[in-house]
């Protein structure tokens, strides 16, 4: 019987990796430390798609020289895991360059209770920008939580 897959790790290298027909490239400590190392490396490969934790991409958001080196091969940039507040260098940067960035924030148990894409031909508009910042979900956006068992459901 096949297990159900709970960590958020495993989901992204099933799922949006391997099932979807991409290439999983595994990153030794030393190059992760280093952020032109790690891009030189995705230029090498030309991946597409960064899954980047939210405190990487804060960083490189900090810098105009780490964003300058952001390989020209990279269509979307998911980040996840807590609370994203986009730069306006990093907005110019993502519409210049066409470059898709997905934002899933929420608590662990829930995985995503608020998603945003910004799209590089958009403006960010104030409604977006404050998606990004939201700790609570707006009335548009779609949340679930875990309920009862089966049976639970079955006697309400």
Do not use: W
Not at 48 to 75: R, Y
Not at 87 to 113: I, W
């Amino acid at each position: 019987m096949p297990t159900f897959i709970t960590e958020i790790a495993a989901r992204r290298i099933y799922f949006s990796t391997l099932l979807a027909g991409g290439t999983l490239y595994l990153v030794d400590k030393e190059i992760r430390n280093n952020v032109e190392a790690l891009f030189r490396l995705v230029d090498n490969y030309n991946i597409k798609t960064l899954f980047l934790p939210t405190a990487f991409l804060k960083l490189i958001e900090s810098e105009e020289d780490f964003i300058k080196c952001i390989p020209g091969s990279v269509d979307h940039i998911v980040a996840a895991g807590e609370q994203l507040v986009v730069t306006d260098r990093f907005k110019e940067y993502l519409q210049a360059n066409h470059v898709f960035l997905h934002n899933h924030y929420g608590p662990s148990e829930a995985h995503v209770v608020t998603a945003l894409t910004m799209e590089p031909e958009e403006e960010a508009t104030p409604e977006a920008e404050a998606d990004t910042k939201t700790e609570e979900p707006e009335a548009e956006t779609e949340t679930s939580e875990p309920s009862g068992t089966q049976d639970d459901k079955e006697k309400e």
